[in-house]
């Protein structure tokens, strides 16, 4: 597989199954978007992995052979996503241990895991959000230093980059909460549904048994927490050059307006999968590329 090829057919998976990444990846120059699409396809493929349909048992095994795969010294070159991804770890610094941990998050999804308390889901979104985050800034590097900087700087801008994984992460799970149900997963912690007062048992119709009020403020609750780690998370576009930061505040800026959306109305948000249309997302990538440039 022609190593051209290979990063086609990754750009190809970004843009039919990531619409919200792909805007960001646009603001990219051309190595830097197909290094990310190598990275985004193989998360992708084990993300695929986990949500599929096939018993638990096979699910956890095709997981350990894409960590297995991942760790070969040669790709198979049949496989364009392992083509394009050795050869980004050829030309960028990645971090491929991140791979690992968000395997063991999807894993965790296989097993139906759930979270009593939220340093637990924290754990959770680092595995599999703060990973990618990791990954990003091997292919990123860092403004005014050399690749990901000294020892101590490095790890400040990988703990930013874990931040806004994790602020991504909770966004997702805001918006997911019903189809998530729907297919067994809980990942709001215990705790917190027992200090709102809900369950998240739904009726014989697919709707919520809880009362809309005590729903409503459970989802601003975890609304609040994402947009702090937001703020944390957004001081790493800083330490970025200007269309890696670009890239990064429309990713970002797409997902709190998304956020935005479900704490202004979490009903709609529990009854349906929110998603903003494409002019607001490409007017979100145009003021992150402004933005960046000033």
């Given at each position: ?9 990754c750009?190809?998976i ?5 619409r919200?990444?792909?805007y960001?990846l ?18 992708r ?18 997981l ?8 070969t ?12 991804l050795h ?6 610094p ?9 395997i063991?998050g999807c894993a ?6 759930t979270?009593?308390?939220f ?7 680092r ?14 590097g860092t403004a ?8 101590r ?15 991504l992460q909770?966004?997702?799970i805001l ?8 297919t ?8 917190d549904?027992r200090r ?7 009726d ?7 009362p809309?009020?005590?729903?409503a403020?459970l989802?601003?609750?975890?609304a ?8 944390d ?6 330490a ?9 505040a ?29 002019w ?5 990538a145009?003021?992150a590329l ?5």
């Amino acid at each position: 597989m022609d190593t051209v090829d290979a990063y086609r057919h990754c750009e190809q998976i970004v843009r039919g199954k990531a619409r919200n990444f792909s805007y960001g990846l646009r603001l990219l120059p051309t190595p830097k978007r197909r290094a990310l699409s190598a990275v985004y396809a193989f998360a992708r493929r084990i993300d695929d992995i986990a949500d599929g349909n096939g018993p638990d048992g096979q699910r956890l095994t095709d997981l350990a052979a894409a960590r297995t795969a991942l760790g070969t010294a040669r790709p198979d070159p049949e496989d364009p996503v392992l083509v394009a991804l050795h050869d980004t770890a050829l030309h960028y610094p990645l971090p491929l241990s991140a791979f690992e941990e968000l395997i063991d998050g999807c894993a965790a999804d296989v097993r139906g895991e759930t979270y009593e308390h939220f340093d637990e889901l924290l754990s959770y979104c680092r595995c599999v959000a703060g990973s990618i985050g990791r990954l990003s800034l091997g292919v990123f590097g860092t403004a005014g230093t050399d690749d990901a900087g000294d020892g101590r700087e490095a790890a400040g801008v990988a703990h930013l980059a874990d931040a806004l994984g994790v602020a991504l992460q909770i966004t997702n799970i805001l918006r997911d909460v019903r189809e998530d149900r729907l297919t067994g997963r809980t990942y709001l912690p215990a705790e917190d549904l027992r200090r709102f007062g809900c369950t998240l048992d739904i009726d014989s119709s697919g709707r919520f048994t809880d009362p809309p009020d005590r729903l409503a403020a459970l989802m601003r609750f975890e609304a609040d927490r994402a947009r702090d780690w937001f703020d944390d998370g957004m001081r790493l576009l800083t330490a970025l050059d200007v269309r890696s930061a670009a890239c990064t505040a429309a990713m970002a800026g797409i997902y709190r307006c998304l956020l935005g959306r479900i704490a202004a109305d979490p009903a709609e948000a529990l009854a349906s999968r929110l998603s903003l249309p494409p002019w607001q997302k490409a007017m979100v990538a145009a003021r992150a590329l402004a933005g960046a440039a000033r």
